[in-house]
């Protein structure tokens, strides 16, 4: 088990909801930069939102803007990606990462990935 744990992904109708959640185990996230990423075959990892330490968000993709919601609970340690009217080309596997900087939400930005999450969109 890495510093990051994805969960939450799965198999989802296209128009439904799913919220993914990124646990920080190894290290307290609220100090971090922290982003969603997701990645499907043949193509390059692209960022989705990412969130500083002082919560400001960052949205990484015009194509996800208003359908996916970044967000942090500091409590438990957990930064969340709520998804909604999922498409099924949102299927990918999906990561969260965590860094001391990430204000571009690029992956090049990230030092620290979780295994990822596979979420499948069927139509």
């Known amino acids: 088990q890495g510093p990051l744990v994805e969960s939450g992904g799965g198999l989802v109708q296209a128009g439904n909801s799913l919220r993914l959640s990124c646990l920080g185990t190894g290290f307290i996230l609220r100090h971090y930069y922290v982003g969603w990423f997701r990645q499907s075959p043949g193509k390059e990892r692209e960022g989705i939102s990412c969130i500083s330490s002082s919560d400001d968000i960052t949205v990484g993709s015009d194509s996800m803007k208003g359908r996916f919601t970044i967000s942090r609970d500091k409590h438990k340690n957990t930064v969340y990606l709520q998804m909604d009217n999922v498409k099924p080309e949102d299927t990918a596997v999906y990561y969260c990462?965590?860094?001391?900087?990430?204000?571009?939400?690029?992956?090049?930005?990230?030092?620290?990935w979780g295994q990822g999450t596979q979420v499948t969109v069927s139509s």
């Open positions: 990462a965590a860094g001391p900087v990430g204000h571009r939400c690029s992956p090049a930005e990230y030092d620290y």
